[in-house]
């Protein structure tokens, strides 16, 4: 142990000064966007999911927060009251709840206490988080103006292309046209790696899409219900983006999700248009809403990552700080094998996110053993307690302090690489013990209360925010800042 300690110790203190430098950050600022980690070493048989019971495909309306708001809100403004029966929200929303009635007590919670202080706290500290805030706007506003979804089922959209009318000079639709043959399936997996680098991908994998992790209803540009997954759904590119790094430790205050959502959008539009270009069908799924799939489980399958304790993908590159999208198609490619570098190990004795999780929604259990869901093994997230904490947030929507805390969320330096192998090839789980430990000795966090918005807590970041996004360093301008207990 002495041995280790020491190793670790040398690793921890040159990490500490090389990671000060802007030099070693990997990901959207890297020179090509190239994947760096040579993933041979790491890969495994598969599959990335261990299926302990019968499959089904999750359900749009209730298994996805976002839809489960959705629905709550309308029966709200219809009349209905949280004291009445849950019967009366009607089906799926019915049953769900009755199984489920720790999240129908923190869907409540959300809309009849959460939200009511959230613009309270808004009209306080606005101006605290002002900068934060542009940011995030800079990133969202193409939002607003990109066409972010089929307008069409996928067996109608898919098969068109958007391309300029030579007469009106207007957009139009028009048919794909007859695929072009590829050399090979390595061929065919090459270039299309070649080209979502070139868009902006750090990272990219190619898997066959295993219909468990498409939504069972509700398909973008289909009529509402039940739907059977497309044939021509074959193969799944996943790719994924980090968030900038600087942002990304001043989490949950300062962070934002659309920069890396930006990013994720831009490049997976293109490469659906490159494909289309090709003859091949394709529909492009990207956060924060526009999908018809569950990300993280294919994203493990084509060897992006591991799956962490968080529930988010853990990649090699970046660790926690990835961003995912995915474009659906049949064009025949070589796919990709599941990876594992230790991350699952590595989150049985870490828990660091668990512990500065300010809603407690991520797990504490030693292991993922006994928790299931639709059929797969895999750890549990409370998503609606999660969610009901990005609402008490005060910063852009959300939290990403389990991602900005990550232990592998770490500039690919030399010392971090060197760290990651050192983890990964000793059998004896001393050097992921030793890594935690003077992660939580040399990089002190505010507690998980501290998180929380005044009077509880203070609407801590997990990192000071840098300059660029404190609004007291530019603006000549009255703040209310944030703490614990008072105003």
């Given at each position: 142990m002495t041995g280790v300690g020491l190793q670790m110790a040398g690793i921890a203190g040159a990490g500490y000064a090389a990671g000060a430098t802007k030099e070693s950050y990997t990901g959207w600022k890297d020179s090509e966007g190239i994947q760096q980690m040579d993933r041979k070493a790491m890969e495994i048989d598969g599959?990335?999911?261990?299926?302990?019971?019968?499959?089904?495909?999750?359900?749009?309306?209730?298994?996805?927060?976002?839809?489960?708001?959705?629905?709550?809100?309308?029966?709200l403004m219809e009349g209905w009251d949280p004291g009445q029966p849950v019967e009366k929200l009607g089906e799926p929303l019915a049953s769900y709840y009755k199984s489920n009635p720790v999240d129908f007590k923190n869907d409540v919670e959300r809309f009849t206490k959460i939200l009511p202080k959230r613009m309270a706290d808004t009209k306080k500290y606005h101006i605290y988080f002002a900068l934060a805030h542009a940011y995030s706007y800079g990133w969202e506003d193409i939002f607003y103006v990109y066409p972010r979804d089929p307008k069409a089922p996928p067996e109608i959209s898919d098969f068109r292309k958007v391309i300029l009318d030579e007469e009106t000079f207007q957009p139009k639709e028009v048919e794909i046209g007859e695929p072009m043959p590829f050399k090979s399936?390595?061929?065919?997996?090459?270039?299309?790696?070649?080209?979502?680098?070139?868009?902006?991908?750090?990272?990219?994998?190619?898997?066959?899409?295993?219909?468990?992790?498409?939504?069972d209803r509700d398909v973008r540009g289909g009529e509402p219900g039940p739907f059977e997954v497309p044939r021509h759904w074959e193969y799944a590119i996943v790719i994924g983006i980090p968030h900038e790094w600087e942002q990304v430790l001043s989490n949950p205050a300062h962070g934002t999700s659309y920069d890396a959502y930006n990013r994720t959008l831009n490049c997976s539009s293109r490469l659906t248009a490159f494909i289309k270009g090709l003859g091949y069908p394709a529909r492009a799924h990207h956060p924060p809403e526009h999908y018809d799939l569950i990300l993280p489980p294919i994203a493990v399958e084509a060897g992006i990552g591991e799956l962490g304790r968080h529930g988010f993908v853990v990649c090699p590159e970046t660790g926690s700080n990835i961003r995912l999208a995915c474009v659906t198609t049949n064009i025949p490619m070589t796919i990709d094998r599941p990876i594992e570098?230790?991350?699952?190990?590595?989150?049985?004795?870490?828990?660091?996110?668990?512990?500065?999780?300010?809603?407690?929604?991520?797990?504490?259990?030693?292991?993922?053993?006994?928790?299931?869901?639709?059929?797969?093994?895999?750890?549990?997230?409370?998503?609606?307690?999660?969610?009901?904490?990005?609402?008490?947030?005060?910063g852009p929507l959300g939290c990403r302090l389990c991602l900005a805390?990550?232990?592998?969320?770490?500039?690919?330096?030399?010392?971090?690489?060197?760290?990651?192998?050192?983890?990964?090839?000793?059998?004896?789980?001393?050097?992921?013990?030793?890594?935690?430990?003077?992660?939580?000795?040399?990089?002190?966090?505010?507690?998980?209360q501290e998180y929380l918005p005044p009077p509880d807590g203070r609407f801590a970041s997990y990192r000071p925010a840098p300059a660029w996004l404190r609004t007291e360093e530019w603006f000549n301008v009255p703040i209310t800042y944030p703490k614990k207990g008072g105003n």
């Open positions: 599959p990335g999911y261990k299926k302990v019971g019968k499959t089904s495909r999750p359900n749009k309306a209730t298994d996805y927060v976002f839809g489960r708001d959705y629905a709550f809100f309308h029966a399936k390595d061929h065919a997996a090459k270039l299309i790696k070649d080209i979502a680098h070139k868009y902006g991908a750090t990272v990219v994998g190619i898997t066959k899409l295993n219909p468990d992790w498409v939504w570098f230790g991350v699952k190990k590595f989150c049985e004795s870490c828990k660091v996110c668990a512990e500065l999780c300010p809603s407690g929604s991520i797990s504490m259990a030693d292991s993922d053993e006994g928790m299931e869901l639709r059929g797969y093994q895999h750890w549990f997230i409370n998503t609606s307690s999660c969610y009901n904490f990005w609402l008490k947030a005060m805390s990550c232990p592998f969320s770490r500039k690919n330096n030399y010392s971090h690489k060197l760290s990651k192998f050192v983890d990964r090839n000793d059998p004896t789980g001393l050097a992921a013990g030793a890594l935690t430990w003077m992660q939580k000795l040399m990089f002190k966090a505010p507690g998980a």
